[in-house]
């Protein structure tokens, strides 16, 4: 089981530029999430999909975020135009989705936006 | 609002001793719990589950508590290492929510 699989692990970019951010769930996952993690805010939810349907994006921050799920392997992360305000560590997860089932999350992207 | 809330400062403790880190939420109501664990530069993994009809669970030198009534959880370490030192993140998710919502995490350091 090679785990939740994110990409890049770090991303450096200028204020003003697109960024996509990719993930590939375990297998036979079917809930996604994708978190970002800042000192100030601690772990927020984004958005998560449930059988590749946005289920809840209520998290994402506003119109410049936009995420997808083409399919059970795969998701994006898109932000554009990125901002210093970004900067973060962004982290997908995958579950089954049962009452209390675990998340597996990935190592994360950290992003750096100057 | 709705809030979780974990200690912000970092625990300290000598090895053997029993570590307890708390939990407590404001507008929740969780059908389940969940504690995490999180490494420096790592995404966090699981440890523990812990229903709203079950008052405790037990995994090796782990101890969870949950009283709904005080709207608190308390996570045990017993018998301390310093392999245990991480940041424990306790995880909720509300009713009819499918989404886990986190505490900011206590950061745990264990001295040999």
């Known amino acids: 089981d090679a785990g939740v699989i994110q990409s890049p692990r770090h991303e450096v970019t200028e204020m003003g530029q697109e960024v996509t951010l990719r993930c590939k769930p375990i297998s036979g996952h079917n809930s996604l999430f994708w978190y970002r993690q800042t000192m100030m805010r601690g772990l927020e939810l984004l958005i998560y999909?449930?059988?590749?349907?946005?289920?809840?994006d209520s998290g994402m921050p506003e119109d410049r975020f936009s995420a997808k799920m083409p399919n059970a392997s795969f998701s994006t992360l898109k932000i554009q135009p990125s901002e210093p305000r970004d900067s973060a560590v962004y982290f997908c997860?995958?579950?089954?989705?049962?009452?209390?089932?675990?998340?597996?999350f990935g190592n994360g992207t950290r992003l750096t936006v100057t | 609002s709705q809030k979780i809330e974990q200690n912000s400062e970092a625990l300290n403790i000598q090895e053997g001793k029993t570590a307890t880190l708390t939990c407590n939420y404001t507008?929740?109501?969780?059908?389940?719990l969940q504690w995490y664990r999180q490494d420096p530069g790592r995404g966090p993994v699981f440890l523990l589950l812990i229903r709203e009809n079950e008052k405790e669970k037990r995994k090796e030198r782990l101890k969870v508590t949950f009283d709904t009534t005080l709207k608190q959880s308390l996570f045990h370490i017993t018998a301390s290492q310093p392999a245990d030192s991480a940041t424990y993140l306790c995880?909720?998710?509300?009713?009819?929510?499918?989404?886990?919502?986190f505490g900011s995490g206590t950061r745990l350091q264990v001295q040999p």
């Open positions: 997860a995958s579950r089954v989705d049962r009452g209390g089932s675990p998340l597996h």
């Open positions: 995880a909720l998710a509300d009713t009819g929510r499918r989404a886990l919502t």
């Open positions: 507008n929740y109501s969780p059908a389940y």
């Open positions: 999909f449930n059988n590749n349907v946005p289920i809840d």
